[in-house]
């Protein structure tokens, strides 16, 4: 095997990748094989997750490129699983193998085939898609070879449509209206898991989000898949609208055109609080720093931008400490992930109004 390309170290785990690879961004393919560096904060998420709370037995790497994500898992993250790390590129799949005997795994396998046809024959206790932009053509074959209480992880880079920059692409690709707005990335997301709730829905599957969240260009969503008409129905009243008043901050959720959304949890707080984020990572402290964050994350939509509150009320935003304090007298607060300056509260608008006003005031003495 003569491939041309490099050796990478990620994590604890070497790699052999095309010689021109991707930096920064969702970058674009050049040349047959694609791999992008920047996405190795969403690889260490998975060794993460796979190292604490996901344990399924046969898991499928869908459309893998390199191999990277499932070889980093396998080779990172103990556990009895197996995984087969398919690409329908065949020169990919000189990578995979090259990757996979480059790290002495005997739990992976290198398949080359159209997944569409994989999934048809086979079922899967673990699915991950992560195309090059949206995966909504691969979800319904995803959904059909997926076992019964299965996990489906999918990654989505077409961030512009969902948040609304192009309404019009997220109408005729998610068939739901999205809108620019502070938390764009929070309703882009929802509108993603709003979609592959109703096209489980379809399958007589429900859906419940374990880990779902918005980073550097990409949506990143884990959900656990049950069978049953009733978890179809459970999962699609978690659905509806909310609207958004860009003259005084007003969010309404239940009422208006933005959607259909997913309005419940982003995750499961009982199974993330159960992460132990494993030494050796790409990006060690960065993923250290988003676990802490998710585990006091608010169940609330839709999060506040400190700024927004700032140039409404036509005040200098306040420090950081003075905020949550404010915050904190009224009721329940967190960090959200989303954003640095953001955050989250189950308060009511002008509650939130104010106390950032005293907030603003306490700055000031």
Known sequence: MNLEGCSIVEGSTELFVPSIISEKGPGKIQGRVFFNRQMAFNRDVSVA??????????????????????????????????????????????????????????????????????????????????????????????????????????????????????PGKCRRRYLANSQRSPFLHESGLRIMIGTIVRMAAQED????????????????????????????????????????????????????????????PLMDHESVSEVNVPEGLACQERTAQHFEIWKEELDVPFYYETNEIAAMLKLSPPGREELIEAMTSIGKVSRTNFSPTGFRTDRPLEEVLEAFRAACRSCQV
């Open 49 to 166: 997750l796979f190292s604490s709370i996901i344990r399924p037995r046969k898991c499928l790497d869908a459309m893998a490129a390199t191999g990277a994500r499932g070889i980093r898992i396998c080779k990172e993250a103990k556990g009895d699983y197996r995984f087969i790390i398919n690409d329908r590129d065949s020169l990919a799949c000189e990578y995979i193998q090259k990757n996979i005997e480059l790290n002495g795994l005997d739990n992976a396998e290198c398949v080359n085939s159209d997944l569409r046809c994989l999934l048809a024959g086979e079922v899967f206790d673990y699915i991950d898609l992560d195309p090059f932009g949206t995966p909504i053509p691969f979800v319904p074959a995803a959904l059909q070879g997926m076992s019964r209480r299965g996990t489906l992880a999918v990654t989505a880079t077409d961030t512009a449509s969902l948040s609304g920059t192009h």
């Open 205 to 264: 599957k429900g859906v419940k989000p374990l880990l779902c969240y918005y980073a550097d260009h990409y949506f990143r969503l884990f959900l656990k898949v049950k069978d049953g008409a009733g978890e179809a129905d459970r999962s699609l009243a978690q659905l509806g609208f909310m609207s958004y008043d860009r003259n005084t901050g007003e969010r309404k959720v239940g009422e208006g055109e933005i959607g259909p959304l997913w309005l419940g």
